[in-house]
C-alpha cells in the first residue's frame, strides 16, 4: 500500500472556488488511483486530503482532475497541485487555469521538459496539448498590414484562460467609470466659459496628477524641459546623435550662422536629432466637423557640456512642391512662433509615442509573442514555464484597445490628429519600419549614439535592465539546452520563432527577425528581447503618460490649424487655436490616467507567484533574478536622490510583469 499525502491550492481571485465536486486522479509509472475532493478548496485556500492507494504508483506522471456538476458549471480557477508520495518526495503539479465542464484536465509533473526528451506519456500529452491549443488560440487579420491579432472579435471571445481576472475587470471597469465621470464634470464646469488663454487650461488641471506633473505645468515652455523629454520623457525612442546635417533640412537664406553652429555642434559629436518623418503625408483627422492637421517636424538639438539638451531649429514640414523652402523656426523667433512650433513637435511625439512606441512596440507584439506561446509552446516546454507570467493579461487589454480606443469611433478618432484612419495608416508605417535591433536597447542605443552619455537616464536604466534580464534567461536557457544542436534540434522552439517573426509579425525575416535559431545565445538574446518589451520597455513608455502628457499644451493629442508658414503672424490667439478644444483636452486627460495609474494588483519584474518550474536549479535562477533587481533599485533610488528630476520609470518595483493596461 501506498499513501499519498495531496494539497489542491485554488486561486484567490474573487469566484475563483466553486461548489462543484471534483474527482482527482493520480497517474503513476506503475498504476493509477482515484480520490473524490469533498468539499472542494475554497477561494485562496489549500486543501490537503491523504489517499491510500492499493500500491505504490512509482514516479508520479500526471494529475487527472474532473469536475462533476448537476446544474451549475461552476468554474475554478486551479493553482496547483502537490503530492507527496511514499517516498517521501513532493512532486508539483502546476495548473493556473480555469478547469470547467466535465472534461477531465490532465496536469504533467512540473519538470520542464523538451521534446524527445520525454517518455511516450509525456510526448503523447505535448502532442495532442498543442492540438488542442491550436484551435483555441488562432489568428486573424484585424487590419491589413498590421501584425497578426488573436481570432476574437470583442474581448467575451477570448479563452478563458486569457481574460481578466474578476478583480482586474471590476477596476478596470471602475477606472471606465470615473473617467467618464471626470470628462462629463469637466465640461459642465467649463460650459459657456470662453477657451481662448493658456490659463484657461487651468480650470480643468485637477484630478489625478503628480509631482512632475506639476512641475510640467509650471515649466513646460523651457526649452530645457523641451529638451529633456527626448532623453527621459514619456517617449525616449526618438533621439539620435547626428553623424551629418539632415538631408531633409532646408536652411533658407539668410541662416549661415546657424548652418556654421550646426556644423560646429556636428563635429563635436554634440548635435542630435528627431525626425518625424513618418508622419509625413499622413492626413489628419475630422472631429465634430472640424479639420485637424498634422506635421512632420525636424528638431535639431546641442548637448551643452554639462548635459542639457536644447533645441537649435525645428523645420516643421519636409519640403514640398508647393513650399520648396518650409518655415524654420528658431530660439530668436517670437516667443508665441517658437512655442507653437514646439507644440506641434511636442504633437507629433505624442502621435509617435503611442501608436508606434507604445501601441505597435509594446502592446501588439507582446501580444505576437503571446498568442505563439500558446499555439506552439506546450506547458512541458521551459520557454513556456519561462514566459508565461509575463504575457499575463496582455491579450485581453489589447482586446479592449480594438474595441474602444483604436475602433471606428474610439478615442483616437474622436481626440486625436490622427484619427479617422490616419492612425491605421502611421500603424502600418510603423510596422514596416520595426526592426529586431531597434527592440534591443544594447543595439539600439548604439545605432542613435546615445550610448555613454551620462545624464541619458533611459538609456542607462534600459541597459542595466537588459543585463540583468539576459543573466535570468541564460541561466535558465543553460539548464536544458547543452550544446547549441540541441537548440537546433527542438521542433517546437523552431515552431515558436518561425511563427511570431513570419506569421505573427507578417514576415519580419528581412527587418532583422529570426525565423529559427541555431545557438544558445541567439536564443537568449531573443527571449531577452520579449521579457524586456513585455516588462522594462513598455513600463518605461507607459508610466510617464500621467506625468508628460496631462498638461495638455505640453502634448497635444491634435492640432486645429495648419502649421504656421510666416513666423511673424503668429500670435498666442494662433497659439490657442491650434491647441485642443475643451473636448479634446478632457478626454486627453482622463484617458492618460486610466492607461498609466498603477494597477491594484500589479506583480512587479521578476516577482510572480506562479510557479511553473518544479525543481531547485530554475528557483535558484529566478532568485538570483529577485537578488540582482533589488540590488538595481537600491543604485536607482541612491542615483535620483541626487537628481532634479528623478527617473523612475525603470525601477524594478515600478516595472509590471507584464503588460496589463
Known sequence: MGRYRVRVATGAALFSGSHNRVRLRLVGARGAAELELRPRPARGEEEEQVLDAPEDLGPLRFVELRKLHWLLDDAWFCERVAVRGPDGAE??????????????????????????????????????EL????????????????????AADRKEDLPLNLRFHEEKKQDFEWAL???????????????????????????????QKSALTERVHRCWKEDEIFGYQFLNGANPMLLRRATSLPRR????????????????????????????????????????????????????????????????????????????????????????????????????????????????????????????TMRCLPGLHPVFKLLAPHIRYNVEINARARSSLISYGGIFDRAGSIGGGGHIELLRRALAQLTYRSLCPPDDLADRGLLGIPNALYAHDALRIWEIIARYVEGIVRLFYQRDDVVQGDPELQAWCWEITEVGLCQAQDRGFPASFQSRDQLCYFLTMCIFTCTAQHSAINQGQLDWHTWIPNSPCSM?????????????????????DIWQTCLQMAGTWLLSRRQPDMVPLGHHKEEYFSGPEPKAVLRRFQTDLEGLEREIVARNKQLDIPYEYMKPSHIENSVTI
Open 91 to 128: 512532486a508539483a503539479f502546476p495548473c493556473y487555469r480555469w478547469v470547467r465542464g466535465e472534461r477531465a484536465l490532465r496536469l504533467p509533473e512540473g519538470t520542464a521538459r523538451l521534446a524527445g526528451d520525454s517518455v511516450d506519456v509525456f510526448q503523447q500529452h505535448r502532442e495532442q
Open 131 to 150: 492540438e488542442e491549443r491550436q484551435q483555441t488560440y488562432g489568428w486573424t487579420t484585424w487590419r491589413e498590414g498590421l501584425p497578426l491579432t488573436i
Open 177 to 207: 467609470n470615473v473617467v467618464t465621470l471626470e470628462v462629463a464634470l469637466k465640461l459642465v464646469y467649463t460650459f459657456p466659459r470662453p477657451w481662448n488663454r493658456l490659463e484657461d487650461y487651468d480650470q480643468i488641471f485637477w484630478g
Open 249 to 372: 533640412l532646408v536652411l533658407p537664406a539668410g541662416t549661415e550662422e546657424l548652418q556654421a553652429q550646426l556644423e560646429k555642434e556636428l563635429q563635436n559629436g554634440a548635435l542630435f536629432e528627431v525626425d518625424f518623418v513618418l508622419l509625413d503625408g499622413i492626413k489628419g483627422n475630422v472631429i465634430h466637423g472640424e479639420q485637424q492637421h498634422l506635421a512632420a517636424p525636424l528638431v535639431l538639438l546641442r548637448m551643452e557640456p554639462g548635459g542639457k539638451l536644447l533645441p537649435m531649429a525645428i523645420q516643421l514640414q519636409p519640403p514640398s512642391s508647393s513650399s520648396p523652402t518650409p518655415a524654420l523656426f528658431l530660439p530668436s523667433d517670437p516667443p508665441p512662433a517658437w512655442l507653437l512650433a514646439k507644440c506641434w513637435v511636442r504633437s507629433a511625439d505624442f502621435q509617435l509615442h503611442e501608436l508606434q512606441y507604445h501601441l505597435m512596440n509594446t502592446h501588439l507584439l507582446g501580444e505576437v509573442i503571446a498568442v505563439a
Open 560 to 580: 486645429r490649424m495648419a502649421p504656421p508658414i510666416i513666423k511673424e503672424a503668429v500670435t498666442m490667439d494662433t497659439v490657442m487655436r491650434s491647441l485642443p
